[in-house]
């Protein structure tokens, strides 16, 4: 199985900030990467896929970059709705893996 | 606006059984393949199992193989997660998952439904 691994594991912001986080997996997906957003109590919803594509309705300042192993998410002026968890998850092959997931706070 | 909504949740005993529905609505449900992924008690999303959407193709994770079985009833637009033997590490959410296509066996899922709680006591 691939293995997920994002960091860091939380991180503290403030409104406004630009927030990066990464995941690597153990060996290359290609493109195959996305990205999700949790909030407490509910199911996930879909960020990014493919690496960069934006899914509909997600604002912009949210996108999605890298290949191969290394991959980052970003979030260009972190708003109030943002803090929540964050993972990856790879869709290169079965069976679909995860990242430990990132949750960001409020500094 | 998809809608994925999972109910039969609960509290069972170790070695028990439980079956999970996922009703689903506002999209052509026999089009899409479906998953279903679980979330322990503050931990992480952990995949569970796979369904294609005309249900010829199943697959699982290693720790849920032999023990869970998914389907599908399209005439319903229902997919559903039969649990037995279960464990007290099967104590989580479960979600159920649309992907974006019919044999998209490892995702990406693009909508998910609210979750039902399985609790499994000692």
């Known amino acids: ?97 995860f990242g430990g997931g990132t949750k960001v706070e409020i500094k | 606006q998809v809608q994925l909504v999972e109910s039969g949740g609960g509290v069972v005993q170790r070695g028990g059984s439980l079956r999970l529905s996922c009703a ?27 369904i294609r959407d005309d249900g010829t193709t199943k697959s699982y994770a290693d720790s849920v193989k032999g023990r869970f079985t998914i389907s599908r009833d399209n005439s319903k637009n229902t997919l559903y997660l039969q649990m037995s033997s279960l464990r007290a590490e099967d104590t989580a959410v479960y979600y159920c998952a649309k992907t974006r296509a019919t044999i998209a066996a490892a995702g990406p899922f693009d909508y998910w439904g609210q979750g039902t709680l399985t609790t499994v006591s000692s």
């Open chain 1, 1 to 97: 199985d691939i293995q997920m691994t994002q960091s860091p594991s939380s991180l503290s912001a403030s409104l406004g900030d630009r927030v990066t986080i990464t995941c690597r997996a153990s060996q290359s997906i290609s493109s195959y990467l996305n990205w999700y957003q949790q909030k407490p109590g509910k199911g996930p919803k879909l960020l990014i896929y493919a690496a960069y594509s934006l899914q509909s309705g997600v604002p912009s300042r949210f996108s999605g970059s890298g290949s191969g192993t290394d991959f980052t998410l970003t979030i260009r002026s972190l708003q109030p709705e943002d803090f929540a968890t964050y993972y990856c998850q790879q869709s290169y092959s079965a069976p679909p893996t």
């Open chain 2, 24 to 50: 689903a609505s506002r999209f052509s449900f026999s089009n899409y393949a479906m998953h279903w992924v679980r979330q322990a008690p503050g931990k992480g999303l952990e995949w569970v199992a796979f």
